[in-house]
C-alpha cells in the first residue's frame, strides 16, 4: 500500500529558505512509470501545483515559482524534496507531496499534508 | 485568480444531479485530454475522483462522471449524496510556455 508522509519544519520567517521531505513507502521514486509532486494550499483557498521530478531526475515547474523552487530526490532513502528559497507570507499554504501518474498531472495518492507558516 | 474558471458554488439535493465546470482555453483544457477533478473534504487531503476527462480511479463511484467540450470541461454528480458536499478543484496539462498543471479556483458543493 502507497504511503507518502511529508516533513519539514511548520515554522519559517521572511527570506528564509522552505525545505520538506517526502518519505515514500509502497513504491519506488526512481520508477520509471510515475512522477513524484509537490502541490500547496494556502489557508482558504485553492491548490497550487509546484512542480514534479520523474526517474529521480528530470525535473518540472510551476513557470510562477521556477525561480525559487528545486525538487530532488533521494532515491537511496525513496524520498523527495522540495526548496523554496526567500519565502513570504505568500508561500505560507498547507503543502503536499503527490504520486502523479505521468498523464499531465493526475496526482492519484497524496500525502496529509503539512502546514507551513511564513511569518516574523 | 486560478487560471481556470469555476463556479464558486453549486448545490442540489439529495437524488438530484449537479454539473461543475471547469473553463480554460485552447493551450490547455481544449488542446490536452489532460483533466482531472478532485474532491476535498475540509481539512483532508484531495482526492481524485476523474483523470484524463472521464476516467474514474478504482473505487470512485459510477456516480461520477467527466466530459469535455472545446475548452470547458465538466464535472457531473448523479443521485448527490450529503456526502458529496465537498469542495472540487478541476486541472489540466499545458505545455505553454512549459509543461505544467493548472487547477481552478474550485468549486464548493453544498447538498441540501
Known amino acids: 500500500q502507497l504511503q507518502l508522509q511529508e516533513s519539514g519544519p511548520g515554522l519559517l520567517k521572511p527570506s528564509e529558505t522552505l525545505s520538506l521531505t517526502c518519505a515514500v513507502s509502497?513504491?519506488?521514486?526512481?520508477?520509471?512509470?510515475?512522477?513524484w509532486g509537490w502541490l500547496r494550499q494556502p489557508p482558504g483557498k485553492g491548490l497550487e501545483w509546484i512542480g514534479s521530478?520523474?526517474?529521480?531526475?528530470?525535473?518540472y515547474y510551476n513557470p510562477s515559482l521556477k525561480s525559487r523552487v528545486t525538487i530532488s530526490a533521494d532515491t537511496s532513502k525513496n524520498q523527495f524534496s522540495l526548496k523554496l528559497t526567500s519565502v513570504t507570507a505568500a508561500d505560507t499554504a498547507v503543502y503536499y507531496c503527490t504520486r502523479d501518474k505521468g498523464t499531465g498531472g493526475t496526482n492519484d495518492h497524496w500525502g496529509q499534508g503539512t502546514l507551513v507558516t511564513v511569518s516574523s | 485568480q486560478s487560471a481556470l474558471t469555476q463556479p464558486a458554488s453549486v448545490s442540489g439535493s439529495p437524488g438530484q444531479s449537479i454539473t461543475i465546470s471547469c473553463t480554460g482555453t485552447?493551450?490547455?483544457?481544449?488542446?490536452?485530454?489532460?483533466v482531472c477533478w478532485y474532491q476535498q473534504h475540509p481539512g483532508k487531503a484531495p482526492k481524485l475522483v476523474i483523470y484524463d476527462v472521464s476516467n474514474r480511479p478504482s473505487g470512485i463511484s459510477t456516480r461520477f462522471s467527466g466530459s469535455k467540450s472545446g475548452n470547458t470541461a465538466s464535472l457531473t454528480i448523479s443521485g448527490l449524496q450529503a456526502e458529496d458536499e465537498a469542495d472540487y478543484y478541476c486541472s489540466s496539462h499545458t505545455r505553454i510556455p512549459t509543461p505544467h498543471v493548472l487547477f481552478g479556483g474550485g468549486t464548493k458543493l453544498t447538498v441540501l
Open positions: 509502497g513504491d519506488s521514486v526512481s520508477s520509471r512509470t510515475y512522477y
Open positions: 521530478i520523474y526517474s529521480g531526475v528530470t525535473t
Open positions: 485552447s493551450s490547455d483544457v481544449g488542446a490536452y485530454n489532460y
